[in-house]
């Protein structure tokens, strides 16, 4: 074994360990980035799935919201037709005025808004205002007024 074929073999063994450490270097690279797009992946994955759940969770709060306003709804029809129940018997006419009350309204309101209306002159700008101002009231009353008369339970 002569100087040159020792040099040749070391460098040549150098070069090649050296080789080996590059590719083992560019391995761990591609490794590395194989390994974050995976991540990356379950991250993506995560986040989808927090959405749907933030989405279900938020669709069962408004069915919640729902439900309770229909239940505050409800309760609140229940308790008008108990305190109109509650009253009790009394003398045939306190009766009758009691039956008319809503009646007479309901025609005052009506009478009200017709006069209020023929009371403006038609270029009135406020006319149109006014008018749907007063049949909005006038609506919402009678559908109150009338919507809550439930059938008598008991008794009477």
């Given amino acids: 074994m002569d100087i040159g074929s020792f040099l040749g073999t070391t460098l040549g063994g150098g070069l090649f360990g050296l080789l080996g450490n590059v590719a083992s270097k560019v391995v761990g690279l591609y ?10 992946e379950e991250w993506g994955h995560d986040e989808r799935l927090a ?3 933030m989405k279900a969770k938020a669709a069962e709060n408004a069915q919640q919201l729902a439900v309770t306003a229909a239940s505050g709804s409800w309760s609140g029809l229940t308790e008008s037709l108990k305190a109109e129940t509650s009253i009790g018997a009394s003398y045939a006419w306190v009766n009758a005025v009691r039956a008319l009350v809503r009646p007479a309204l309901t025609l005052g309101l009506g009478t009200f808004l017709c006069a209020a209306f023929f009371a403006m002159p038609d270029g009135d700008p406020a006319r149109a205002s006014v008018s749907d101002s007063l049949l909005f009231a006038a609506v919402t009353a009678v559908v109150w007024w009338f919507g809550d008369r439930g059938q008598k339970t008991g008794g009477s």
């Fill in 51 to 53: 959405d749907i759940q």
């Fill in 31 to 40: 490794e590395a980035k194989q390994a974050f797009a995976q991540k990356k």
